[in-house]
């Protein structure tokens, strides 16, 4: 069971992980512009019209684009960074030894030191195993002489959404997989 829906803005922009009591209000105001999906997340059903004879449906789509100006300007949000969303991002490989890992056996590891003022941000950690981490310890990768097999980045608006980890419906997984950036690591 899938029981969220993955709510657009108009042009097609991932905005939120709703339930599937928000999207039918979303439904049931006119709120939704367009929909996408291979089948229907949900059905539900409501009271009998004894006039037409029909009891009332909504059939909740698992992606919904709602119409109207979006909540979420794109430009000022950075996707919150924790542990799990990392290791998904770096697919739980070792940023110094290229190993890869269960989630169980990686740290997040700063490339500049956090006892060196080095933030928690994406541009500034990657996966790393205990071994590579004790390792290096408080330096840099390059005064401890261990280069970094990939970059960290900033994850787009559509592989944040893929990262969370969310048991999400192969349709919708798709349909998010469609728009990652080149060269994505998630594809």
Known sequence: MHPHVLQLDIQGTPQAW???????????????????????????????????????????????????????????????VTKSKLLRRDRHTCAYCAGVFHERDLQCEHVLPESRGGPWTWTNLVSACAACNNRKAARTPEEAGMPLVYLP???????????????????????????????????
Do not use: C, M
């Open 18 to 80: 709703i339930s599937l009591e928000q999207a039918v209000l979303h439904y049931a105001t006119g709120s939704v512009a367009w929909e996408d999906g291979d089948q229907p997340l949900a059905t539900l059903r409501g009271g009998f019209n004894v006039a037409r004879g029909v009891q009332s449906r909504i059939e909740v789509a698992p992606i919904i684009a709602l119409r109207g100006a979006s909540k979420i300007n794109l430009f000022e949000v950075v996707p919150s």
């Open 153 to 187: 980045y900033v994850p787009s608006r559509y592989e944040n959404f893929l990262l969370e980890g969310r048991n999400i419906r192969a349709d919708v997984h798709e349909w998010l997989a469609k728009r990652l950036p080149k060269g994505s690591r998630l594809q």
